[in-house]
């Protein structure tokens, strides 16, 4: 499925995934909201494939959820820094206009930022040079194209960090020995691990074992 068909209206799992992650910010922020007012520092929520923010039917997405939360909180007003990305710059440039048209966005004390760049080694490699505030991150590709151990490892390496991710089990089943792919499983499972699931899974299995 297209990324544009994906966004034309949420599909059951699509609003799960929603439903997940509004619902576990909140309460990820309120573990983390008395340590870091005691310290005067920040938290931060990051989604790297954060899409337009709303559905074509105008049904809002998970960036859209998550700011209304944070505008109704006063404490997030004052310390949540947020970070947005879509590689699709169209997405994107509808993100900040969603964003925009927010009822109380103005709140904010960090106003939340919009990117357009492809997630890979090189974010990885950012991640894994900084220190961090205390960050919920958010990983969602719709497949497996971005998502790394050495991404999810350095985006949980410092205090109050966490992080989502949704492991498409289609998706990946079927790269596992497709050629093209081979990088990006790689990436996912580790040469080592890679190279014992595809010889495993040749072997005859029925499809509830296959899938464990």
Not at 43 to 71: C, K, N, Q, W
């Amino acid at each position: 499925m297209g990324s544009r068909r994906f966004f034309d209206e949420p599909t059951e799992r699509s609003q799960v995934k929603t439903h997940i992650v509004n619902k576990y910010f909140r309460a990820w922020a309120r573990v983390i909201i008395p340590r870091v007012r005691t310290r005067r520092r920040k938290l931060a929520y990051i989604d790297l494939f954060s899409g337009p923010g709303r559905y074509e039917d105008g049904t809002p997405s998970t960036p859209l959820l998550v700011l209304e939360e944070a505008v109704g909180d006063k404490d997030l007003c004052d310390m949540l820094v947020t970070l947005f990305n879509d590689s699709n710059q169209e997405y994107a440039d509808k993100l900040v206009h969603e964003i925009n048209s927010l009822e109380h966005i103005g709140n904010l004390r960090y106003q939340p930022k919009v990117s357009s760049f492809e997630v890979g080694e090189d974010i990885a490699r950012l991640l894994e040079e900084v220190k961090l505030v205390p960050t919920l991150f958010f990983i969602d590709p719709w497949g497996y194209k971005g998502i790394s151990l050495r991404l999810i490892n350095a985006a949980l390496r410092n205090w109050g960090c966490d992080c989502i991710f949704f492991f498409n089990y289609t998706r990946i089943r079927a790269a596992l020995n497709n050629p093209v792919s081979r990088q990006h499983m790689e990436g996912l499972f580790g040469e080592q691990r890679l190279s014992a699931l595809v010889r495993k899974l040749e072997q005859s299995m029925p499809p509830h074992v296959r899938e464990v």
